[in-house]
């Protein structure tokens, strides 16, 4: 099943997406949107699902793109469990946009290297800006990601929801 998630209340597209999900509403996945003053705090306290990787980052260093990102939060990531999302909106709103590309291709190679789940879902603000499913793969697939890892991305959310579903209460058997 694939699902979007978009930022606004209203009329939303379906697009080929089999849910649409609104990030504002009260039970939905646990997003959080960081930038990298924040984010080590987010993954160590297992505050969010889903890490929307920002793109307010500060320059660039001379030697590195800056993915907002390291590899220690990279192997924090993965062994808490947290995914970190790249939004379309950023990129089609962006004045830059090639530096934002660029710093989402670095992001998804740390990704790979250290096994960290993405997810890649529009993050519309309105329904203009959201795309459908095959577009989404596909731009998916032009940033770097492999058909698998394109296909996973977009098809994440469905499953960080169901695992969320699971772990709703505890209960101790003795």
């Known amino acids: 099943?694939?699902?979007?998630?978009?930022?606004?209340?209203?009329?939303k597209h379906s697009l080929g997406f089999d849910n649409v999900i609104n990030a504002n509403a009260r039970n939905a996945v646990r997003i959080l949107d960081c930038d990298e003053?924040?984010?080590?705090?987010?993954?160590?306290?297992?505050?969010?699902?889903?890490?929307?990787?920002?793109?307010?980052?500060?320059k660039d260093s001379l030697h590195f793109r800056r993915a907002g990102f390291d590899e220690v939060i990279c192997r924090l990531a993965t062994k808490k469990g947290i995914a970190f999302a790249f939004s379309f909106s950023s990129i089609l709103n962006a004045r830059d946009r090639a530096l934002v590309m660029g710093r989402i291709?670095?992001?998804?190679?740390?990704?790979?290297?250290?096994k960290v789940m993405m997810c890649f879902?529009?993050?519309?603000?309105n329904k203009w800006e959201m795309r459908a499913v095959e577009e989404m793969k596909a731009f998916a697939r032009m940033l770097g990601m492999t058909p698998d890892e394109a296909n996973n991305a977009v098809n994440s959310v469905e499953g960080i929801i169901e695992s969320r579903k699971s772990v709703s209460g505890v209960r101790v058997l003795e």
């Open 1 to 11: 099943m694939t699902s979007d998630i978009v930022l606004f209340d209203g009329e």
């Open 105 to 114: 291709m670095h992001a998804i190679r740390l990704c790979r290297k250290h």
């Open 121 to 125: 879902a529009s993050f519309a603000r």
């Open 37 to 58: 003053s924040n984010i080590r705090q987010a993954v160590e306290g297992k505050k969010a699902d889903i890490i929307l990787v920002s793109d307010r980052n500060p």
